[in-house]
């Protein structure tokens, strides 16, 4: 029987495997979480992302969305883990703002998503590199049986955005102002980004033998034929 722990799996994977495009019987096996220490970068070279902006760019001031109440708790509650932990940091102003959201997620918590539709129109985009998702799964052997989900929660936080470019994810929420530190969840290119840096970052990674390692953005699955390896 091939055990497979699929939690953590982006909507568009899930669906490949629910649609028997490969034959799997799913079983979680085991699930865990890796304590995070902030977003700790040290012994790591981490690209310093800075963002080109179009000719034409307009910045625009959008105003701030209406919050349920005991959303908008949570949401403070998230915005000052971030300030500590360095993610986000507290400005006097700022020629761009792009409103904020609280989505509530099953476990109870709230995750904060931010309208960038804006910024997105008016930055030059690069080609995408993010995996095809039928490719990836292609890519794990037909004798692997074992299999180790890592799903690196808000993981575009461990990227650094460069300081001239922070000023284009800027929010003002309860009159205080607020810039991302770090790449920002909602930016068009942020998928890209990370994917191409986690990437050059496990070039080193040595697996034992038939073991294989399959990425996919901030998805991490490595196989194995065996349980030891």
Partial sequence: MVRVFIEGLRPEVRQMIKSNLICWQVKPIDEGTVQENGWDLTGKEVET???????????????????????????????????????????????????????????????????????????????????NPAVILFQIPCDAEWFTVVDLSQAFFSVPLHEDSQFLFSFKFLD???????????YTESPSLFNQILKKNLESLELPYQSTLVQYIDDLRITSRTMDK
């Fill in 176 to 186: 205080r102002v607020n810039s991302w530190c770090r790449l920002p969840q909602g």
């Fill in 49 to 131: 992302i800075e963002i080109t902006l179009k000719l034409n760019a307009l910045f625009l001031q959008l105003p701030q969305y209406d919050m349920a109440q005991d959303v908008l708790m949570k949401v403070v509650q998230k915005i000052g883990d971030f300030l500590k932990q360095g993610v986000l940091k507290e400005v006097l102003s700022s020629l761009c703002n792009s409103p904020i959201m609280g989505l509530k997620k099953p476990c109870g918590k709230v995750r904060i998503v931010q309208d960038l539709k804006k910024v997105n129109d008016m930055v030059v985009n690069c080609c995408p590199v993010v995996p």
